[in-house]
């Protein structure tokens, strides 16, 4: 299964866009990426998925490298209610998602 | 529309002893996963069913852990005996996966908290 990197934390302050990073540079044609997070005490809930061209939908927004190689979910005004762990995931068809460490983001007020 | 539903909430057990936890994933989801969750880790995958077979149990330490999914709807994951090291909360999740209408979602149930003494 193709692996996913992304920084143990991050910090933002409130009202001000984050940019979460993840690099994925095994990733094959096929595979989607996929993002979820995590609020505590929670499960993981969907944020965004793609293939190839950047998405956006009302929670967030997806940015996807030309090579493929890496992508960034964009939350364009972060709230206290942003604060979680995020994370990036590669989907291969497999039916498996497979979850690594993700990315505790930390909102300060 | 109603999630994925998981019982107990919570549960402590002694080692050695045995526990059970349910699940009933979102109505029509073919596929469901058992994910369990140490605390501080991301969510390990222990078990897969599409449907009401098993597409991957590669992560269930199949000694103790025990997974079947009822025609194809409800789930419950049984661990006999029950380690420390168990201690976790255990996370169901189901997702149209495997069917025509797939959008990329996994719901994931609240999950239910197993501590071990």
């Known amino acids: 299964d193709a692996k996913t990197t992304q920084p143990n934390s991050m910090e933002s302050n409130e009202e001000e866009p984050v940019h979460l990073p993840c690099n994925h540079s095994?990733?094959?044609?096929?595979?989607?990426i996929h993002w979820y997070r995590q609020l505590p005490s929670q499960g993981p809930e969907y944020v965004i998925h793609g293939l190839t061209s950047n998405v956006n939908n009302r929670m967030a927004s997806l940015a996807i490298a030309e090579d493929r190689k890496s992508s960034t979910l964009i939350l364009h005004r972060a709230t206290l209610r942003d604060a979680a762990v995020y994370y990036c995931?590669?989907?291969?068809?497999?039916?498996?998602?497979?979850f690594g460490t993700g990315t505790r983001l930390k909102v300060l007020a | 529309e109603a999630g994925v539903a998981q019982s107990p909430r919570y549960k402590i057990i002694e080692k050695r002893q045995s526990v059970a936890f349910w699940c009933n994933p979102i109505s029509g989801h073919a596929t469901l996963y058992w994910y369990q969750q140490i605390l501080g880790q991301g969510p390990k995958l222990l078990i897969q069913?599409?449907?009401?077979?098993?597409?991957?149990d590669s992560q269930l330490p199949k000694d103790r852990f025990s997974a079947e999914r009822l025609k194809g709807v409800d789930s419950t994951l049984k661990i006999q005996p029950a380690k420390l090291e168990d201690s976790a909360v255990y996370l169901c999740?189901?997702?149209?996966?495997?069917?025509?209408?797939?959008?990329?979602?996994?719901?994931f149930g609240e999950g239910s908290r197993l501590t071990v003494l």
């Open positions: 999740a189901s997702s149209l996966v495997g069917t025509e209408v797939y959008t990329g979602e996994l719901f």
């Open positions: 095994t990733i094959s044609g096929t595979d989607y």
């Open positions: 069913f599409q449907n009401n077979g098993v597409v991957d």
């Open positions: 995931i590669l989907y291969s068809g497999t039916y498996k998602y497979i």
